[in-house]
């Protein structure tokens, strides 16, 4: 099956701090999505992005898909982005998941 | 339009005993998925529906487990003869064939 590699797996961030998050996969996929586990435990679509960039509020995600991997921004991070953010990629019809990235905002 | 559905929020049940989840998708939503998140670990894959029927059982760890959805709607996801490793959140997902999964709250399971 598709291998999902999410990067880096925690991340500790200041308020007001911008960051980063990485997909990696391993095969050509017909679609991936970016969800935010919140601490009870609750997926949040944050984005459905085969390719291109898309920008809602202070987040944004970049695929490029022919290269195998999208991009996550978080900018201007508030403590209620912490959480896990997990890389979804859509092959036929299954989600192959990520391990995920923790993400940990301090005020 | 209400999300997806799942019953009861939390289950604990004694090692042996069977228990049954129920997920309800988002009308009109053709596919279904059922997954599990043990505790601290990602998403596993355990069956896919499309319709009625179950194209992908692959992910079910054992024969112990087993899915069945009705009307094209409702899926119960039924675990016999629990063990302690089966604790997990056992999570539902709905889509439009392809498209965007949008998940439910998900039933914690604890086997004691």
């Known amino acids: 099956g598709i291998q999902v590699e999410q990067s880096p797996p925690d991340l500790i961030l200041q308020e007001g701090a911008n960051s980063t998050l990485r997909c990696n996969f391993s095969?050509?996929?017909?679609?991936l999505q970016w969800f935010h586990q919140n601490p009870w435990g609750q997926l949040i679509n944050l984005f459905y992005?085969?390719?291109g960039t898309k920008q809602n509020g202070r987040l944004s995600a970049t695929t490029v898909a022919t290269e195998r991997y999208s991009l996550l921004y978080i900018s201007s991070s508030q403590t209620t982005d912490s959480g896990v953010y997990f890389c979804?990629?859509?092959?036929?019809?299954?989600?192959?998941f990520g391990a995920g990235t923790t993400v940990t905002v301090r005020a | 339009g209400a999300g997806v559905s799942q019953s009861p929020s939390n289950k604990v049940t004694e090692k042996g005993k069977d228990v049954e989840l129920r997920c309800d998708p988002i009308?009109?939503?053709?596919?279904l998925y059922w997954y599990r998140q043990s505790l601290g670990q990602g998403l596993e894959f355990l069956i896919y529906?499309?319709?009625?029927?179950?194209?992908?059982k692959s992910g079910l760890p054992s024969d112990r487990f087993s899915a069945e959805r009705t009307g094209g709607s409702v899926s119960t996801l039924t675990i016999q003869r629990t063990q302690q490793e089966d604790s997990a959140v056992y999570l539902c997902?709905?889509?439009?064939?392809?498209?965007?999964?949008?998940f439910g709250p998900g039933t914690r399971l604890t086997v004691t």
């Open positions: 997902a709905s889509s439009l064939s392809r498209g965007l999964s949008n």
């Open positions: 095969d050509s996929v017909n679609n």
């Open positions: 992005i085969p390719s």
């Open positions: 979804a990629v859509v092959n036929d019809y299954k989600l192959s």
């Open positions: 009308s009109g939503h053709t596919a």
């Open positions: 529906f499309q319709g009625n029927s179950a194209p992908d």
